[in-house]
């Protein structure tokens, strides 16, 4: 396998390496370090991966251990590969003040979705909303617009929530099937790493 390096995430001051099914084929797991910055990478002998299901899958899984681990990570989308470490190293000394400004600006918080369905709402579905809205609002810090691609659906929101509320947001959710029952259904997924809430783009000169 080349020395190509796949780029999962960007966190903080780790050495992290482990071992996890990573994008194409990889077994392991490791950190790229630029001064304070870590990009959790693994060996691909491609700089253009294809994006299959199984390998996005392996990509939020990555992330996923990192931030069981407590871990404050940048995600990047899938398909981020360099020529070689020196390439990547190159590329995070050039986006070195956004990406420690974004890592600040996120510490300590993880991305939860929202996804409430009806099935069998009586009341009015946008006042529904609006309450369910308010009441999730109290325990995040932000949240992205619904994207409501089908009649039934009544909310599809990411949350950011810090992980010393994840409690709170649980608790909020619990309410919510509790009060709806078989109203509404409720798909709540996560933690994920803060897609949904970062604007960082790295990666124009990959060396390929």
């Known amino acids: 396998m080349a020395d190509h390096v ?27 370090e630029y001064r304070s910055l870590s990009a ?6 491609t700089t253009d991966p294809d994006r299959t299901d199984e390998d996005v899958e392996r990509h939020n899984d990555v992330l996923g251990t990192v931030l069981e681990e407590g871990y404050t990570v940048v ?21 070195n003040r956004a ?28 006042e529904v909303q609006a ?9 995040s810090i932000n949240d992205t617009d619904d994207d409501l691609f089908s ?7 990411s949350y950011l929530v810090d992980r010393d509320e994840r409690d709170r947001f649980d608790d909020a959710i619990d309410d919510v099937r509790e009060a709806y ?18 604007d960082v783009h790295i990666g124009a000169d990959r060396g390929s």
């Open 131 to 139: 309450e369910i809205g308010d009441r999730l609002d109290e325990v």
């Open 75 to 95: 995600p990047m989308s899938f398909g981020m590969a360099f020529k070689n470490a020196r390439t990547l190293k190159g590329v995070l000394r050039g986006a």
């Open 40 to 45: 959790i990478v693994s060996e691909i002998d």
């Open 99 to 126: 990406l420690r400004k974004t890592l600040a600006e996120i510490d300590g918080t993880v991305e939860l979705g929202v996804k409430l369905v009806d099935t069998g709402l009586e009341a009015d579905p946008d």
């Open 181 to 198: 029952g078989d109203a509404l259904t409720v798909q709540y997924t996560g933690p994920w790493a803060p897609y949904n809430f970062v």
């Open 151 to 157: 009649d039934r659906l009544v909310l599809n929101r």
């Open 6 to 32: 796949y780029v999962y995430g960007i966190v903080e001051d780790a050495d992290l390496s482990f071992e996890a099914e990573g994008v194409g084929g990889a077994t392991e797991i490791r950190t790229v």
